[in-house]
């Protein structure tokens, strides 16, 4: 498989990541009780079947993240095939997602990312959703629509961290808007760079959980690449 960043100097991937940051540190956190909510969507469709088993394993860096803050709430939702889009329960320990992510096999299809972002709008509706996470590389929509929903969620305080697979340019310019529009953030990301995804799940969970503050403690404990870009953020 081809890296779609071959040839990308490690100062631009640096800036990206700390762009992720600062735009994650300036989101507004809603007020509220109890464990963090955060939606986690995942596109399942057959070109995303490299990298399922990544997903899979990196997912409980979330809840240890997160564990001193009161803890996470996690629902997935992921679509594949023929209009197939569904969402788990919500769980809040890190075998139970595995138990569920591990459960779905990719199959082709089109993307359908409005779903998600309807329901992500429903679900809030019902009880207040910190963040919605969404991992794809396609857009295959109406992004005027898509548009709609996300600024629709931006107004509900449900900022969208979208992390782009690959350098579709359709894709990448849609999930930018949506992004902007949820006062959320975007960040592409390949399979070489699987560590670093690890990490800013963890840091989006942790912020859903507790905010900018938590997130800032939270890289301060630990000696990595999270640490030095938190502390890029406060100059």
């Not at 990206?16 to 600062?22: G, K, T």
């Not at 955060?38 to 564990?67: K, N, Y």
């Not at 929509?141 to 697979?165: K, T, Y």
């Not at 989006?204 to 404990?221: F, I, K, P, Q, S």
């Amino acid at each position: 498989m081809s890296d779609p960043n071959r040839g990308v100097p490690a100062e631009r991937r640096s800036a990206e990541v700390s762009e992720f940051l600062d735009k994650l540190r300036r989101t507004p956190v809603q007020p509220g009780g109890g464990r963090g909510r955060l939606v986690f969507a995942l596109d399942a469709t057959a070109s995303r079947e490299p990298t399922w088993d990544h997903a899979c394993r990196i997912q409980g860096e979330m809840f240890e993240a997160t564990a001193g803050l009161g803890g996470l709430e996690i629902q997935l939702v992921f679509y594949r095939g023929f209009a197939e889009c569904k969402a788990s329960r919500w769980v809040t320990t890190a075998a139970e997602l595995h138990r569920i992510m591990s459960g779905v096999h990719c199959v082709g299809g089109e993307t359908q990312i409005e779903r998600v972002l309807a329901h992500a709008i429903r679900e809030t509706g019902r009880r207040h959703v910190n963040a919605l996470v969404f991992v794809g590389d396609a857009m295959e929509e109406n992004v005027d629509r898509l548009c709609r929903l996300a600024g629709e969620l931006g107004l509900l305080g449900v900022p969208i961290f979208l992390f782009h697979e690959g350098r579709d340019p359709t894709a990448a310019a849609a999930f930018k808007q949506m992004a902007k529009l949820s006062r959320g953030a975007y960040l592409a990301f390949d399979l070489a760079s699987a560590a670093r995804l690890k990490e800013l799940l963890a840091a989006v969970a942790v912020y859903a959980a507790g905010g900018y503050r938590a997130l800032t403690a939270y890289g301060e404990d630990k000696g990595n690449e999270v640490r030095a870009l938190t502390r890029q953020l406060k100059g």
